[in-house]
């Protein structure tokens, strides 16, 4: 969080953090794509030619001023690939909120534990405090055959009281009602810090 | 949560330095930002420059390096970095472990005083980098606040934001 009282802004970094190809990426394209321009700056997305993300993806929305306070979030994609496991950390650094994308095929089950497992590792070396960290569940690719029910990700993902939305990116359902739940409650969690 | 505040006399103190540089160098411009890729203060010509967006990647850059230094058995990350185009070159430089100092500057432009002078600037930000970290993490140390239901208002107010078109 970086608060600039000359300029009147709050600046909140949102990470989207979850296992390779969940969904991601996705869910900051059809952001991007479906956002006033105004309100938005463009998609940044270092990828490799395979069109897998490499480092990140960078896309900042304003949301005009709130009571003389500008909000801006910076919305961070982490690479899912393991051999950039060092990457995640880094894009780590600073966040104010995580939206976990997992994905909801049967198959990837192993995967969304093994990356939730990591994120906790990540928190944990940066000196992060996972309890008090906004973190919101997404459960991604709901539009596919093979999924497992969200009664079975929440156990498997240890998802008790955190919320979670039933999403698919690639179709826009529940991506905005993600960033919203996210964002309110990094907004809460600056209220009572400030 | 990491915290920082940049109250308006830090900004103000912050832009004086950084346009000394730009006085002395004649660079295109000077970019403050911290190591998780917040833009904290800008000068210069920045016009069709989309700062905060080179702020994250010169943040991801360093990130990089420092992996670098780390596998070649460094200490510390590297202290400098320069990126030499054909118009413009970008030299980075690293204050204490959690800010970023980036200097634009163009070709002609003598690399040796940039490099002098943002190393110069570089100190004097480090020495006030504490205060922006430490305002905060005392309860009512800063004067100014949140504006109450602050994240109320910004709640009702997202539906029209985000609305899907």
């Excluded at chain 2, 070159?89 to 634009?104: E, M, R």
Aim: glycine content about 6%.
């Amino acid at each position: 969080m970086l608060i600039n009282w000359k300029l009147r802004e709050i600046n909140l970094k949102i990470v989207y953090y979850g296992p390779a190809l969940s969904g991601k990426t996705t869910n900051l394209e059809f952001i991007h794509a479906h956002t006033n321009p105004k309100m938005r700056g463009d998609l940044v997305s270092l990828k490799t030619r395979e069109d897998r993300t490499i480092f990140f993806d960078f896309l900042q929305i304003e949301l005009g001023a709130i009571k003389g306070l500008k909000p801006k979030f910076q919305l961070y994609t982490v690479p899912g690939q393991t051999y950039y496991l060092a990457t995640r950390k880094v894009v780590l650094q600073g966040c104010d909120g995580v939206v976990f994308v997992a994905d909801s095929q049967r198959e990837r089950l192993a995967e969304n534990c093994a990356t939730r497992v990591n994120l906790l590792t990540n928190w944990r070396d940066l000196g992060i405090d996972a309890v008090r960290m906004p973190l919101i569940y997404q459960f991604n690719k709901c539009d596919l055959p093979n999924i497992v029910a969200p009664e079975t990700l929440r156990a498997a993902l240890q998802v008790d009281t955190t919320p979670y939305f039933i999403a698919s990116a690639t179709q826009g359902t529940g991506v905005f009602e993600t960033l919203k739940a996210i964002i309110n409650a990094v907004a809460a969690r600056v209220q009572t810090q400030i | 949560m990491a915290r920082l505040v940049l109250s308006e006399a830090h900004s103000d103190r912050v832009e004086k330095i950084l346009r000394e540089l730009l006085g002395k160098t004649g660079a295109r411009c000077a970019i403050l930002a911290d190591i998780s890729g917040q833009l904290l203060a800008v000068e210069g010509r920045v016009k069709g420059l989309d700062t905060t967006v080179l702020a994250a990647l010169i943040a991801g850059n360093v990130a990089a390096t420092a992996e670098m230094a780390r596998l070649l058995g460094e200490r510390k990350h590297f202290q400098i970095l320069f990126h030499q185009g054909e118009e413009h070159n970008l030299h980075l430089g690293a204050i204490g472990t959690s800010f970023l100092l980036a200097v634009v500057f163009s070709v002609q432009t003598q690399i040796g005083l940039v490099r002098l002078f943002a190393m110069r600037a570089a100190e004097e930000l480090g020495k006030m980098a504490p205060e922006w970290e430490s305002l905060v993490m005392v309860p009512g140390a800063s004067t100014q606040t949140v504006p109450e239901d602050f994240a109320q208002t910004l709640a009702d107010e997202l539906d029209n934001f985000l609305k899907q078109e």
